[in-house]
């Protein structure tokens, strides 16, 4: 077949990929995008781990097992009487695939509107010469296309414990999570980290019995201790154990009878956890498999990452890399902001992210969202600074929704009043850290969102109480 020519050519449709063929589209260039996901249909699924076995499907799942656990605990308070309440497990994933289905047609439709040509396969660097790149496509059929300038963005794959494969049967990844077929009796998590409590939830609120294995002393210690504490403290009042300093040894795969994990618990005693499933979410690697760096001299990290400099190029001229494949923080977002200031850089632009402002947001109940700096970070940067908090149980619309766990906690500089970091715990959460992420950008005083006005009654209330609160004024509480 006859090479074809683009200016840009994009290996990875996830989000830092499509992103980037699209921005890239809009400023002009002739761009392809190259990936190889399929859906069950074996057609093209375009969208990366975020689509479709990450933030898509898990938020699908985590809504759903929401809605059941409210009606079976939650709608009486509300007058609401429920009756034979049974959960339909096929239906509740059938569901979540039709979602992930929906936003698949979306990217394929984006780069239809867009003019960005899609192909369907495994891109990786055939060679380099004095016009550009060669970058194999291997689908249905293998063909070569050529460009000027190329952005990886393959992504990452999930950690696998030593001596625990996946078989996404018994030991799962969060591919295998989000397709557990009927409710375990007993499910075993090893990691606390976003995916874990996420899909720990879920299947905690269908049913199933839930122990959290986590290696680290402190739970969630990224984020600011007292919001951790405030939801370490709804967890287990929902039931979701969570054993901390755990060293974890032989893990036994025992097909029809489920999975046995030795470790030794925080006392340095022996345990032994017997479980159906277990779900391994220890952390997720670069994804260069079948790239064939080599074939052109890109250069690699020891942890399989592609080494970058602060605007995201590579070793080799007008090669670009984005989002997991790449330094910084494992986020869908990231990778978006990254792919659009790639392409703005290509076209002689200045795009820009900024890591200080990128919110990090665990979807569990209550909903966990921070952006900026934890408290325990200024103190060990030797930062002076203040703090404010607001309870939600102080907050008339949390009151009326019948959700009132968490607070929002807000630090500013002692001497400035510039907002150095916004943490909060409590029912949208994911939705409320957007006002803080905008202040935080535009260097906002704690003071200028005291004085904002917000709706009554609303969620974002707590916020502007708690920026009250580092004046020590707060109006409600």
Not at 52 to 68: D, T
């Amino acid at each position: 077949m006859a090479n074809k020519n683009f200016d840009v050519v994009v290996i990875g449709g996830g989000p830092g990929g499509y992103i980037a063929a699209i921005r890239a589209a809009q400023l002009g260039f002739s761009t392809a995008c190259i990936d190889d996901w399929k859906g069950k249909d074996g057609k093209p699924a375009p969208g990366g781990t975020c689509t479709n076995v990450g933030c898509i499907p898990s938020k699908a799942l985590l809504q759903s097992s929401e809605n059941f656990e409210h009606a079976g605990k939650h709608f009486a308070d509300h007058g609401i009487a429920v009756s034979g309440l049974s959960i339909d497990i096929a239906k509740m994933v059938a569901r979540k695939d039709a979602v992930v289905k929906q936003n698949n047609d979306g990217i394929l439709y984006l780069f239809k509107k867009n003019k960005v040509s899609f192909f369907h396969g495994r891109g990786s660097f055939a060679k380099a010469g004095a016009e550009g790149y060669e970058i194999k496509v291997a689908g249905t059929a293998e063909e070569t296309i050529t460009c000027k300038h190329v952005i990886v963005a393959t992504g990452s794959n999930p950690r696998a414990l030593p001596g625990a494969d996946f078989d996404e049967v018994n030991i799962l990844s969060n591919d295998g999570a989000l397709r557990i077929p009927a409710v375990p009796k007993k499910l075993g998590l090893i990691g606390s980290g976003v995916i874990g409590l996420e899909m720990g939830s879920v299947w905690r609120r269908v049913g199933a019995e839930v122990t959290v294995l986590e290696g680290l002393p402190t739970f969630l210690g990224a984020v600011d201790e007292q919001i951790a504490r405030e939801a370490k403290k709804a967890f287990d009042k929902q039931g979701l154990k969570i054993e901390l300093g755990v060293k974890v040894g032989e893990v036994k795969n025992r097909g029809d009878k489920g999975v046995t994990v030795a470790y030794t618990d925080a006392r340095g005693e022996a345990r032994k956890l017997e479980v159906d499933k277990l779900i391994v979410s220890i952390g997720r690697v670069p994804n260069t498999s079948g790239l064939h760096p080599e074939s052109v001299g890109l250069k690699l990290d020891e942890r399989g990452a592609i080494v970058v400099d602060g605007e995201c190029r590579t070793n080799l001229p007008n090669v670009w890399a984005v989002g997991d494949v790449v330094r910084g923080p494992m986020l869908a977002h990231k990778a978006e902001e990254e792919g659009v200031a790639v392409a703005e850089r290509i076209a002689g632009q200045h795009g820009h992210v900024d890591f200080n402002t990128i919110p990090w947001v665990i979807y569990t109940s209550p909903e966990i969202a921070w952006v900026g700096r934890t408290e325990q970070q200024l103190k060990a940067d030797g930062v002076t600074y203040r703090a404010g908090t607001f309870p939600f149980m102080a907050n008339g619309r949390a009151r009326a929704l019948g959700d009132t766990t968490g607070m929002v906690k807000v630090l500013a500089d002692a001497k400035t009043d510039e907002i150095l970091g916004v943490h909060i715990v409590g029912p949208m959460a994911s939705e409320l850290i957007a006002e803080a992420v905008v202040a935080m950008a535009f260097r906002a005083s704690s003071e200028d969102i005291a004085r904002i006005c917000h709706a009554h009654p609303s969620l974002s209330e707590a916020t502007k109480e708690a920026a009250l609160a580092v004046d020590k004024r707060t109006l409600n509480f």
